[in-house]
């Protein structure tokens, strides 16, 4: 079969590809695997008991049944859940906006493939620009978004040593520059893969800089403020014409129903209600209209704040406290978790590659992502890079007590080898 530049592309071998693939498979071979790789979403019972009502009260409504399974939305998303979401991040935060400022997409995962391609790869005039990440390491699926090569660009981290085996990354500012290749600044806040939460004053520099620029600087909130809001650590949320916040229901506990949310100055929502059309004819309703009482009432905070964030806060330091105790002697670094779904880990020095060690976990039964396919953009090759996992805690805390322990044998194992 002989397919297209894009074709080839988009059918190469891909991190992405092979993370879903990985964690497909290992859910459908029915062997006992615990899985510490994916980006799922943990099962809280009072979260998904809040949607089953929801969900009945649509099912008990005819009315509300057609709108949700009958009925194409706008091009721009469910306009009843626009509004609502308006008025809720205007009351919470002040930032002046109209229904023109919010698009819906399926996905946020579909909105950065939107919105990449919109300010990077070739320009009109010839020029072309990339997406400038300015932390890595970096979510992985931003890696194969681009329709062209040479998409992104990223900035090598400065490391803080932290007590009790903590580090945290900073943007590296004395690296960062932004120029005329620069087509916009991508960053995700809380970090998947590190649970890094970039401060208040690192956000007000970029914002600075894109300014400055003239470019979009891109929030990625899939975990961050106000909902899902896993967020262990103070961060105030950041908005104005210059950003573009996008935000997503999943890690809320709806991924199936894919609903990513953007959060921008008027002709980037036009632009991205336009590509919406030609690419999906309009977004999906389902996530909007289930989530939609919440969003009008504002217990989405609420849910966010009481139940989900303690749920996955807690589970995180378990988690820490576990690693800490098995490898203790040993030479580990856990990036500081300041939110998010995953715990980072640094094995520096370690004999074998991060990708050995994912092998050598995934014989013995755990699944985690190796942290090499985390550093889309950058070209220079380092050894960090090699020396890292990330590690899902969202499972029950027996189950990840089980694949820590073998984690910290299986690294043990490693550097007595080396
Ligand atoms: N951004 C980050 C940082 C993520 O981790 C994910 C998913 O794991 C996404 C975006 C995309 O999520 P979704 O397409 O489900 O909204």
């Known amino acids: 079969m002989k397919l297209s530049a894009f074709g080839e592309k988009f059918t190469s071998n891909s991190g992405i590809l092979s993370l879903m693939d990985d964690l497909g498979n290992a859910l459908a071979s029915g062997e006992e695997m615990i899985m510490m790789g994916g980006g799922n979403p943990a099962h809280i019972p009072e979260v998904e008991s809040a949607f089953k009502r929801r969900l009945q009260r649509i099912l008990d409504n005819h009315d509300e049944f057609v709108r949700l399974i009958g009925t194409y939305d706008a091009p721009q998303g469910e306009k009843h859940f626009i509004e609502a979401l308006v008025k809720l991040l205007n009351n919470r935060f002040g930032w002046g906006l109209t229904t023109d400022n919010i ?143 996008c935000l997503s229901l999943s890690k809320l506990g709806l991924p199936a129903l894919r609903t990513g949310i953007v959060i921008a100055r008027e002709e980037v929502i036009k632009a991205l209600s336009g590509v919406n059309a030609i690419l999906s004819l309009s977004p999906n309703s389902a996530g909007s209209m289930l989530a939609l009482e919440m969003i009008r009432d504002g217990s989405i905070l609420s849910l966010s704040d009481n139940v989900i964030r303690p749920f996955y806060q807690q589970r995180a330091q378990v988690a820490v406290d576990h690693l800490r105790q098995r490898l203790a002697g040993y030479n580990f670094h856990i990036h500081k978790p300041e939110g998010a779904m995953f715990l980072w880990l640094w094995f520096e020095g370690l004999p074998i590659s991060s990708l050995e060690l994912y092998s050598r976990l995934k014989a013995r039964g755990v699944l985690v992502v190796s942290g090499h396919y985390f550093f889309p953009g950058m070209e220079e090759e380092w050894q960090h890079s090699h020396e890292c996992i990330r590690v899902t805690y969202t499972r029950s805390p027996a189950e990840v007590q089980r694949g820590l322990d073998i984690i910290a044998e299986e690294v043990i194992r490693a550097f007595n080898e080396g």
């Open 103 to 245: 698009a819906l997409t399926n996905g946020s995962q579909n909105a950065f493939f939107i919105l990449f391609n919109l300010f990077a790869g070739t320009y009109s005039d010839g020029t072309t620009r990339q997406i400038q990440l300015p932390l890595a390491p970096e979510y992985i699926g931003y890696a194969d978004a681009g329709l062209s090569q040479n998409f992104f660009s990223a900035t090598r981290p400065d490391i803080e040593l932290l007590e009790g085996n903590l580090f945290k990354y900073r943007v590296d500012f004395s690296q960062l520059e932004l120029g005329e290749h620069t087509g916009a600044v991508c960053v995700s806040r809380p970090t998947n893969p590190t649970g890094n939460v970039i401060t208040d004053d690192e956000v007000a520099r970029l914002d600075a800089m894109a300014q400055a620029q003239k470019v979009p600087l891109i929030i990625d909130g899939a975990y961050g403020q106000p909902f899902p809001n896993l967020l262990f650590t103070p961060a105030t949320p950041m908005w104005n014409p210059n950003t573009i916040l």
